[in-house]
């Protein structure tokens, strides 16, 4: 069995953002020379996702305004517990949980085994600083 780790660095200027890293990912498979196998992806950052939907702009647009609903940023201690210990990203961490930590794709003779539109993406909700995710490819 093959195994393969690689780490990916992003750093969205944006306190929010969407990055596709589909080719990036494809590009690692190729590499791994994996035909056969599963494809871990995940963030290793609390405030950070990764998660596979349609790359359309408007989809990602309502994302943002639908985390932003569901867990708005507020940097004061009075909405958040989080906040009170000097913190201000309360609501990155809610919104991390709610579009997920990782993804896993079978990879089927050597490829991405993907339904129709899917696309690997890394979410951003505390940017503006480096932030690491772990690639790990296994198979045959």
Known sequence: MKSTTEYL????????????????????????????????????????????????????????????QLAPFDASPQRYAHNRT???????????????????VAITKGKLDFGPWEQIFYGEFDGRRPKRVLVKIIGE
């Open 9 to 68: 660095t992003f750093n969205v200027s944006a306190r929010m953002g969407f990055v596709n890293i589909t080719s990036d990912i494809e590009h690692l498979v190729t590499q791994s020379g994996v035909q056969e196998g599963l494809l871990l992806v995940n963030a290793m950052h609390i405030t950070a996702s990764v998660f596979i939907n349609d790359n359309e702009p408007g989809l990602h647009d309502d994302y943002k305004k639908w985390l932003e």
């Open 86 to 104: 000097g913190e201000d990203n309360a609501d990155a961490h809610m919104k991390r949980q709610i579009m997920g930590r990782e993804v896993v």
